[in-house]
């Protein structure tokens, strides 16, 4: 009841998936659709190559099984949670990925960088700040100790850096690509990447995230990365519509009850104060 669009009868409060102008619904929402018109004896009339897998679940499993990482000078391993999360998401080409702080994000998504790069595609990830682009790179660089990856191939693009996209993986705030092109102007995104990544879409503000996702009409591959949805600014069925199905990593309980992050404990302190110092 307080939006402008509200109070001066342009919109009724109701958000609307379906868009009746255009007659399209998000993509990522085609299994709930898939499953409303079997429930009813529906037909239904889709291209199955907008579906199809380009990597079978054994190749990816193998290549996932053959990387090399590091943390600075140090080996480690893909936890199991990240191995199932970057699996699935190169499988269906969609997936929004619920995975909480503490998890690894950083290492999925460098996953996601390195196998898409290794396979000739061109990868946007967008963050939601600066500093979590400055981040990134930085874990990117002491993941790759071991291996070929070439991180002379991230481009950083944020506030005082050029906007022009010269290297094969970008690493972006949202804020920056939003104001890259002009609303419906789709060729910058499609022309310059094959592979869209958001960290963190639940902090996404709706009008950003929606219109950089809606202007991707020929990028298959989207994966959101996000630590809760219940904190998310989109309802959940726009960002599976943008993303796909959920799919949950892990959750906090299971990484304590793992012995990967610390146990919470906490203590409340009631202190009563004097009638004179309370008022």
Request: hydrophobic fraction near 40%; proline fraction near 1%.
């Amino acid at each position: 009841k307080f939006t402008p669009k509200f109070k001066a009868g342009y919109w009724d409060g109701i958000i609307r998936l379906w868009n009746e102008d255009k007659k399209t619904l998000y993509t990522g929402l085609f299994n709930s659709i898939k499953e409303f018109a079997e429930l009813r004896n529906y037909e239904l009339a889709f291209d199955e190559e907008e579906f199809n897998h380009e990597y079978s679940k054994e190749y990816i499993t193998e290549w996932l099984d053959n990387q090399v990482l590091t943390d600075a000078e140090d080996d480690i391993e893909i936890r199991d949670y990240q191995f199932d999360a970057v699996l699935n998401a190169i499988y269906n080409k969609r997936q929004l990925i619920q995975s909480p702080t503490s998890s690894g994000k950083s290492l999925i998504l460098y996953l996601f960088a390195k196998f898409f790069s290794e396979h000739g595609k061109k990868v946007l990830l967008m963050t939601d700040s600066s500093n979590l682009v400055d981040q990134l790179y930085t874990d990117w660089m002491k993941y790759s100790f071991k291996n070929d990856f070439d991180i002379d191939k991230v481009q950083r693009v944020y506030a005082l850096a050029t906007k022009t996209i010269t290297k094969p993986i970008v690493i972006s705030t949202w804020h920056s690509q939003h104001s890259t092109k002009k609303k419906n102007d789709v060729s910058h995104f499609n022309e310059n990447f094959d592979i869209v990544l958001v960290d963190e879409c639940h902090k996404g503000e709706a009008a950003s995230i929606m219109n950089i996702m809606e202007q991707c009409t020929d990028i298959q591959y989207k994966i959101g990365l996000t630590g809760s949805l219940k904190k998310a600014k989109l309802n959940r069925l726009t960002l599976e519509g943008l993303f796909g199905t959920v799919f949950t990593a892990t959750t906090l309980r299971e990484l304590i009850d793992r012995g990967e992050i610390a146990d919470i404990s906490i203590h409340m302190i009631m202190i009563d104060y004097g009638a004179d110092i309370a008022k």
